[in-house]
């Protein structure tokens, strides 16, 4: 049997394991199996390990994608650039290839990890581009403005980082513009607010700014309209939520799991 799982606290609700748990059903997978590990720390990783050998990877998320990455022997570009990690691939090490590589791990297993949620987001946001999206606004300074800043630069869009505060080239909330919104035609809102249940929230935008040339993408899939997306809409922006980029990523995460 093969198991793969997920990594984060509290685990809820989680995406991962209802996709993958209807994925191997509808596929037929009957030697694969999903699980939820609920790790308040980190540093309990080892023992989920040595206690799941059959594992062959892990799903990554809130609050461990970066406290991961002290136990990993491998970072792939993407998650090296973010800093963050939310796909791992174990690989069962032989002692004697491992001898002669020159790895050295506290476990009998190879630890490799990626950053899917950047490869899931350009592939999610790569059709829906038109030339006049040169610069974009990213909403929110946390984790995941991480990876969307990366895709950005790899895509060549500038962009400018809105938070509560001005700092470190960051512009606040209060002072967007007319003129800001209107040289900002991409606005992508990377921050938890709206998120069922508390579905009436949103960034503190001026939202009648927005027009028929922006594109307002909001990485929060429930509700499938936040509130950010509706606003935008109403002022004749295009919208788009998050559930095709955790379709991507998550294809990709068992792309690179049976590899």
């Known amino acids: ?3 793969y799982g997920i990594i984060g ?5 989680s995406f991962s394991l209802s996709y993958f748990t209807e994925k191997f059903k509808k596929e037929n997978l009957d030697d694969c199996e999903y699980q939820a590990f609920p790790l308040q720390n980190i540093s309990d990783l080892p023992e989920v390990i040595k206690n799941n050998p059959e594992l062959c990877g892990l799903n990554v998320t809130h609050p461990h994608k970066i406290g991961v990455i002290y136990y990993l022997d491998k970072l792939d570009e993407a998650a090296r650039e973010i800093d963050a990690v939310n796909c791992i691939k174990i690989v069962n090490n032989r002692p004697v290839e491992s001898f002669f590589s020159g790895e050295l791990s ?3 297993v190879r630890l490799e990890g990626y950053n899917t949620d950047a490869y ?8 829906l581009l038109k030339k006049h999206h040169q ?13 969307v800043a990366y895709v950005l630069r790899k895509l060549g869009i500038e962009y ?4 509560r505060r001005a700092r470190n080239k960051q512009v606040a909330y209060k002072d967007l513009s007319q003129d800001l919104m209107a040289e900002h035609l991409l606005i992508i809102n990377t921050t938890p607010l709206g998120t069922f249940p508390e579905t009436e929230g949103c960034a503190d935008i001026p939202y009648q700014f927005f027009s028929d040339k922006h594109l307002a993408y909001d990485l929060v899939y429930n509700p499938a309209e936040t509130e950010f997306l ?3 809409k109403a002022n ?24």
């Open 1 to 3: 049997m093969k198991k």
């Open 9 to 13: 606290y509290p685990l809820v609700h």
């Open 106 to 108: 506290s476990m009998k």
């Open 120 to 127: 899931g987001f350009e592939h999610s946001l790569k059709p």
């Open 135 to 147: 610069k974009a606004l990213i909403l929110g300074d946390g984790g995941a403005s991480r990876a």
């Open 160 to 163: 400018l980082i809105v938070s």
């Open 230 to 232: 509706k606003r935008a």
């Open 236 to 259: 004749g922006a295009s919208t788009k939520n998050g559930l095709e980029m955790l379709h991507i990523q998550a294809e990709k995460a068992w792309e690179i799991w049976n590899s």
